[in-house]
């Protein structure tokens, strides 16, 4: 279940009567259903100020058949990429439902066509998260190049007996060949970042050409010559029909055998069974993984059984100061879309 607070607000704020009983409060206030209780209070303390919430009471997804009851003569949703916005769930809101408001950039859990069809207006939180994925992808290629979970688990198992010369060794980024894929904001903010770490050439794969290359000397090639001469291929792609596991067992026939895969962008760009065949046959050497198919990944998984692979939870943008300015985000594009307004950051 979930638990209401109902908090005042100034009169007025709001206009125009709605049909639904559900649709305000006695009060004259907006009704939001937020579908996790673990969002960052920030932004949640902001729609609580002026509005109506419902918050689901467990930090863990929203159960489907909860959710659909609950959504029911909302006017808002607030929502992560875990919560399926589809025709079902918009059925289930009902035409009071204005904006639907999700605390992430990536938006492929969102049916945008019926949102757009319906007059529901989306938001997304694009920007404010840059800097801290594009820095959990730097940790994320640097722990799998330089083995960092092995050189741990070797410390504390027993496995350190003395200084070796070969021992735990692999690839550094000086003089590497880095290729990107996808090279906006995100892949744009790798590249710079890469850049400082003197490596030789930086090439990406992007649907257009970015002016913003010149800035770290970036090259645009196609897929096929970027993923050759790679030491390091780094996925930041959205997903999209065009890079629906672009990552595949051709892909990775393509790459060197010494290379080290990365991809912080969505799992559904990787054919995990190729990239499992891949890593098994040292087809390439390893690869760093911050999403994967499905998520969270069951510990059964071949991946997780794989020294050459290192996987973590989803936590791309997890810093503080991201996830906090993501839900302030969110709230102010649901407060906006309810005030008739432009939203700070609306999907269009």
């Known amino acids: 279940m979930f638990y209401r607070s109902i908090l005042t607000t100034t009169s007025g704020l709001f206009r125009g009567g709605i049909a639904i009983v559900r649709n305000m409060s006695a009060k004259g206030r907006y009704q939001i259903y937020v579908t996790r209780s673990d969002m960052p209070e920030s932004g949640v303390q902001?729609?609580?100020?002026?509005?109506?919430?419902?918050?689901?009471?467990?930090?863990?997804?929203?159960?489907?058949?909860?959710?659909?009851?609950?959504?029911?003569?909302?006017?808002?949703?607030?929502?992560?990429?875990?919560?399926?916005?589809?025709?079902?769930?918009?059925?289930?809101?009902?035409?009071?439902?204005?904006?639907?408001?999700?605390?992430?950039?990536?938006?492929d859990h969102i049916d945008v066509a019926e949102c757009k069809?319906?007059?529901?207006?989306?938001?997304?939180?694009?920007?404010?998260?840059?800097?801290?994925?594009?820095?959990?992808?730097?940790a994320l290629l640097l722990a799998t190049s330089r083995r960092v979970?092995?050189?741990?688990?070797?410390?504390?198992?027993?496995?350190?007996?003395?200084?070796?010369?070969?021992?735990?060794?692999?690839?550094?980024?000086?003089g590497a060949t880095v290729g990107i894929v996808g090279f906006g904001r995100i892949g744009q903010a790798v590249a710079r970042r890469v850049k400082a770490f003197n490596t030789e050439r930086i090439i990406y794969f992007n649907r257009s050409h970015r002016p913003e290359e010149k800035e770290t000397g970036a090259v645009k090639v196609s897929f096929d010559e970027l993923l050759t001469p790679s030491d390091f291929v780094i996925c930041c792609a959205a997903l999209v029909p065009e890079t629906k596991e672009i990552f595949n067992k051709e892909a990775f026939e393509k790459m060197k055998d010494t290379a080290i895969f990365v991809n912080t962008s969505r799992g559904g760009t990787v054919d995990q069974d190729a990239l499992i065949e891949a890593l098994k046959t040292h087809k390439i050497r390893a690869a760093g993984l911050d999403?994967?198919?499905?998520?969270?990944?069951?510990?059964?998984?071949?991946?997780?059984?794989?020294?050459?692979?290192?996987?973590?939870?989803?936590?791309?943008?997890a810093t503080i100061e991201a996830r906090n300015t993501m839900s302030e985000l969110t709230a102010r594009n649901i407060l906006a879309a309810l005030h008739g307004t432009d939203m700070p950051a609306e999907l269009k």
């Open 46 to 107: 902001l729609l609580k100020d002026q509005c109506d919430v419902n918050l689901w009471n467990q930090p863990s997804p929203v159960p489907r058949a909860e959710l659909l009851k609950e959504v029911a003569g909302v006017n808002g949703i607030y929502c992560s990429l875990t919560d399926k916005i589809d025709t079902e769930l918009l059925d289930a809101a009902g035409p009071s439902l204005k904006v639907v408001a999700t605390i992430s950039v990536g938006h």
């Open 117 to 138: 069809k319906r007059g529901v207006r989306i938001g997304y939180t694009p920007d404010v998260l840059t800097d801290a994925t594009a820095e959990l992808t730097l």
């Open 149 to 174: 979970p092995e050189a741990i688990h070797e410390a504390k198992t027993g496995g350190w007996v003395s200084w070796a010369p070969t021992w735990m060794t692999g690839p550094g980024l000086a």
């Open 291 to 317: 999403v994967t198919s499905p998520e969270p990944l069951p510990l059964d998984n071949p991946l997780f059984k794989l020294s050459n692979c290192v996987v973590l939870p989803h936590i791309g943008s």
